[in-house]
Nanobody, 122 residues
Framework: QIQLVESGGGLVQAGGSLRLSCEAS????????VGWFRQAPGKEREFVAA????????SYADSVKGRFTISRDNTKKTVYLHMTNLKQEDTAVYHC???????????????WGQGTQVTVSS
């Protein structure tokens, strides 16, 4: 079993940037796919990006493609989400999750962090 803790959220103006971190504890983290999901008030949870254990072959939602970059450092047991050119519609609680499959479905992720709030102002 692993535990995940997100950090790096905050308030930023539209057009700005943030880097979220997802730090893991526990064994075998380096064998898991890690995904980022977000949920805005009144909306369903939405896939943002995923990265397999190898760090190769990342996946992004169309809404963030070209603006967000997911990466991982297995030596630090940390996955990052670098967000640029932020828009108001990116405002949400961002969660990282770990699972055995490289997937955009939240159902394929067994372990979840508590989330970090990202608020983009106009």
């Amino acid at each position: 079993q692993i535990q995940l803790v997100e950090s790096g959220g905050g308030l930023v103006q539209a057009g700005g940037s943030l880097r979220l971190s997802c730090e893991a504890s526990g064994r075998a983290f380096n064998t898991y796919t890690v995904g980022w999901f977000r949920q805005a008030p009144g909306k369903e949870r939405e896939f943002v990006a995923a990265i397999p254990w190898s760090g190769m072959g990342t996946s992004y939602a169309d809404s963030v493609k070209g603006r967000f970059t997911i990466s991982r450092d297995n030596t630090k047991k940390t996955v990052y989400l670098h967000m640029t050119n932020l828009k108001q519609e990116d405002t949400a609680v961002y969660h990282c999750a770990a699972g055995s499959f490289f997937s955009s479905s939240h159902r394929d992720y067994a372990y979840w962090g508590q989330g970090t709030q990202v608020t983009v102002s106009s």
